[in-house]
T-cell receptor, first 111, second 115 residues
Framework: LAKTTQPISMDSYEGQEVNITCSHN???????ITWYQQFPSQGPRFIIQ???TKVTNEVASLFIPADRKSSTLSLPRVSLSDTAVYYC????????????FGGGTRLMVKP | DSGVTQTPKHLITATGQRVTLRCSPR?????VYWYQQSLDQGLQFLIQ???????AKGNILERFSAQQFPDLHSELNLSSLELGDSALYFC??????????????FGEGSRLTVL
C-alpha cells in the first residue's frame, strides 16, 4: 500500500481557501486517492475521491498532477465548522485491500 | 446519519474482562471494517469481512477476534482487556470487497474504557 505524508496541522481563517497536500510517491497504477474528514469523537466522513486530474464536488476539489505522486485537497471559503482532521488515503480498488489512515492533518479554522 | 449502527456507544469495564462490540452495516453493504482509534491517534485498521468471510487483516491482536454473521452484522470480541485497549472502536461498511473506490461509511463508534 502506498504510504502517504501530510502536514500534521494547519491554521486558517474563516472565508479563506485551504489547500492540504498529500504526498504519495509510491502510488501504484491502480490506486485511487480518497480524502476523509473526522470531527472529534465521530467516525470519518468521505469527502472526495479521484484517480487523476481534477475532481470537484459540492464541498471540495481534488487536484492530482500527471505523475500522481501527490494530491491537493482544496476547501473553498472555510468556516469554523471545517475545523477537523483530514485524512488522505491511497489504495487499490481490487478485492482485499485495506485502507490505512495515517496521522491526518489537523485543520484549525479561526474566526 | 451514515446508516451504520454500532452498539454500545459507551462501555466501561475492568482489566482482564471480555467485551463484544456490535455493528450493523448499511443496508446492502457487504463489507464490514473494524478500526481502533486511541486518544489523539490515527485510525488503526483491524480487520475486514466481506459477505461473511475474512477479507483482510491489519494490526489486530490475538486477544481480539471478529466475525460477520449471515445477516451481515458483525461483532468484535475483545478479551483479556488491558488498560491500553481503551479506545474508540469504529465500524465501517462499503458495498464492495475493496474500499479503494467509493466510500467507507463509518458508524459513530463504541468508546471502550478499561479501568
Amino acid at each position: 500500500l502506498a504510504k502517504t505524508t501530510q502536514p500534521i496541522s494547519m491554521d486558517s481563517y474563516e472565508g479563506q481557501e485551504v489547500n492540504i497536500t498529500c504526498s504519495h510517491n509510491n502510488i501504484a497504477t491502480n490506486d485511487y486517492i480518497t480524502w476523509y474528514q473526522q470531527f472529534p469523537s465521530q467516525g470519518p466522513r468521505f469527502i472526495i475521491q479521484g484517480y487523476k486530474t481534477k475532481v470537484t464536488n459540492e464541498v471540495a476539489s481534488l487536484f492530482i498532477p500527471a505523475d500522481r505522486k501527490s494530491s491537493t485537497l482544496s476547501l473553498p471559503r472555510v468556516s469554523l465548522s471545517d475545523t477537523a482532521v483530514y485524512y488522505c488515503l491511497v489504495g487499490p480498488a481490487n478485492a482485499g485491500n485495506m485502507l490505512t489512515f495515517g496521522g491526518g492533518t489537523r485543520l484549525m479554522v479561526k474566526p | 446519519d451514515s446508516g451504520v449502527t454500532q452498539t454500545p456507544k459507551h462501555l466501561i469495564t475492568a482489566t482482564g474482562q471480555r467485551v463484544t462490540l456490535r455493528c450493523s452495516p448499511r443496508s446492502g453493504d457487504l463489507s464490514v471494517y473494524w478500526y481502533q482509534q486511541s486518544l489523539d491517534q490515527g485510525l488503526q485498521f483491524l480487520i475486514q469481512y466481506y459477505n461473511g468471510e475474512e477479507r483482510a487483516k491489519g494490526n489486530i491482536l490475538e486477544r481480539f477476534s471478529a466475525q460477520q454473521f449471515p445477516d451481515l452484522h458483525s461483532e468484535l470480541n475483545l478479551s483479556s482487556l488491558e488498560l491500553g485497549d481503551s479506545a474508540l472502536y469504529f465500524c465501517a461498511s462499503s458495498v464492495g470487497r475493496g474500499a479503494g473506490t467509493g466510500e467507507l461509511f463509518f458508524g459513530e463508534g463504541s468508546r471502550l474504557t478499561v479501568l
